[in-house]
């Protein structure tokens, strides 16, 4: 099981499209339910991949990159400009606690460089500029944060509308290793409510038997990650498992039609390709995580993310709908152009953005970075990631597992069921890679139907059978939670 660590996080400028939402809060469409799999009342999905102000969820190390990319792209130019975001970060990149990290050294480059005379301008409002913004505030600075989005948060959107049991996570959600503690303490401070996630898994065919749970795929990727750990050249996690023979896995099917090669291949999807949003055939098998690891002591976030970039910025100068397109640099300071035509002045700027807004080019800079800096901005990968969450009045499902993935699923192969967390019949998929694009590309009623259809094997026979005359469900077998459907 993987994929918690869902979204990193910070501010983007992209150059001059219209500012827009990073996900659709949408009414329900009615296509047709395939199975017994009922209508939810509400959904959310995300856009990360096409929105013009992330273009992916988090940075990825590619074949050819090196963890010396993202030192060489946090290091400061002429002392005027200064890089933050989890992509600059060379602990936790990728996450929530390595953007904060990494506000929390840019504000120390800047204290190191300049005067409290000086203003500071911060390209970006998400976690990694919310946290800079502070610390310069609190340090006696005069800062302004340019923010391209109507609303703070970057990569953390916390959608409260009302109409769900409690705040929708759209971007980041979930608190992973060391974060957990670190970064869930500070929530718990704010008043941001938290909960255990304990992972139990379980795993279905498209038919709904339940597959036996075995080591043979992470074995398989773990030999072949080791395996390319001796070599001389850096490969592909694809081209790791093909040329170490670790793939070759049987095609033989047991019992309920599974055969090991089928396994391996939905192991790499949910647990390689969804936590980091990067294609078997992109990411570097040298620096991939380590699917394997555990999950003890991870959370969900269920009180509102948000508000962690929304205290940061209290009392902080925020401009919203302001598109950074152009960034000039000269002896006597740095001159940030919008998108809409206008200018603002500052003496030293902290930019934020995405990796993702970086690599098209979206932000002009006079004169150019250093080749240093434009090498790692091309030699990183930007991860694709997105989610679905959809809101039932009551479960239809016949498991208490948390994670569930399906077998050959083509469109969403990994969900999260709240409902064991939250007590709210709530469940989330997560998709990387292709799928990711596919799904930000399409549309509702598709992304819909295809969540409905991928949830087909979960349902349970006797919430959805038919009722008699007298409202009474037919007699039918007991089934204990988590047992296939007859």
């Known amino acids: 099981m993987s994929g918690l660590t869902v979204l990193a996080v910070s501010g983007c400028t992209p150059r001059r499209p219209v500012p827009s939402p990073s996900a659709t809060a949408t009414a329900v469409p009615p ?12 959904f959310r999905r995300t856009a990360w991949s096409t929105d013009p102000m992330s273009y992916g969820a988090a940075s990825f190390q590619t074949v050819g990159s090196s963890p010396a990319d993202r030192e060489a792209l946090r290091q400061p130019v002429d002392g005027r400009l200064f890089f933050a975001g989890e992509h ?163 095609t033989e099917e047991n019992a309920v039609g599974v055969s090991d090669a089928e396994r391996l291949a939905t192991f790499i999807t949910t647990d390689v390709v969804a936590p980091t949003g990067a294609n078997a055939d992109q990411l570097s ?21 948000q508000k962690l970039v929304q205290t940061a910025l209290d009392g902080i100068d925020v401009l919203p709908s302001s598109v950074v397109s152009g960034i000039i640099a000269s002896d006597r300071g740095i001159s940030l152009r919008l998108s809409r035509g206008e200018s603002l002045s500052a003496d030293r700027v902290i930019i934020t953005v995405p990796l993702g807004v970086l690599q098209t080019g979206a932000i002009e800079f006079d004169p150019p970075l250093p080749f240093s800096h434009r090498a790692a901005i091309g030699q990183l990968g930007m991860g694709l990631r ?22 050959d699923d083509p469109s969403y ?65 007991a089934r204990a939670p988590g047992a296939a459907p007859g």
Do not use: C, M
């Open 413 to 477: 192969p990994l969900w999260f069921n709240l409902e064991p967390v939250t007590g709210e019949p709530i469940l989330v998929a997560i998709v990387g890679g292709d799928r990711a694009k596919a799904q930000a590309e399409g549309s509702d009623d598709d992304a819909l139907a295809a969540a409905l259809a991928s949830l087909a094997p979960f349902v349970d026979p006797a919430a959805s059978a038919p009722q008699a005359q007298d409202g009474s469900a037919p007699s039918a077998p």
């Open 285 to 305: 098998s040298w620096y991939a995580p380590d699917p394997t690891l555990t999950h003890e002591g991870d959370r969900l976030v269920t009180g509102g993310f």
């Open 386 to 407: 997105e989610k679905l969450v959809l809101r039932f009045d009551e479960p239809f499902w016949s498991t208490d597992a948390t994670v569930w993935t399906v077998l």
């Open 88 to 250: 600059t970060d060379g602990d936790d990149p990728g996450t929530v606690q390595g953007a904060r990290a990494s506000g929390v050294r840019a504000a120390a480059e800047v204290v190191a460089a300049a005067s409290t005379d000086d203003r500071v301008a911060i390209v970006g409002a998400g976690v990694a500029g919310a946290t800079a913004a502070r610390e310069l505030a609190d340090a006696g600075y005069n800062v302004v944060v340019i923010e391209g989005r109507d609303r703070s948060g970057g990569r953390i959107h916390t959608d409260d509308a009302g109409d769900w049991p409690f705040p929708v996570e759209l971007g980041a959600a979930w608190l992973a290793g060391s974060s957990a503690i670190a970064l869930g303490r500070d929530l718990t401070l704010l008043g941001v409510d938290t909960a255990d996630f304990n992972v139990r898994a379980q795993q279905r065919t498209p038919d709904g038997d339940i597959v036996p749970p075995t080591p043979v795929a992470p074995n398989a990727v773990t030999e072949a990650l080791a395996w390319a750990a001796k070599q001389r050249t850096d490969v592909t996690v694809a081209q790791a498992l093909q040329e170490s023979g670790a793939g070759e896995l049987s």
């Open 31 to 42: 296509p047709p339910t395939p199975g017994d799999v009922p209508q939810p009342s509400a």
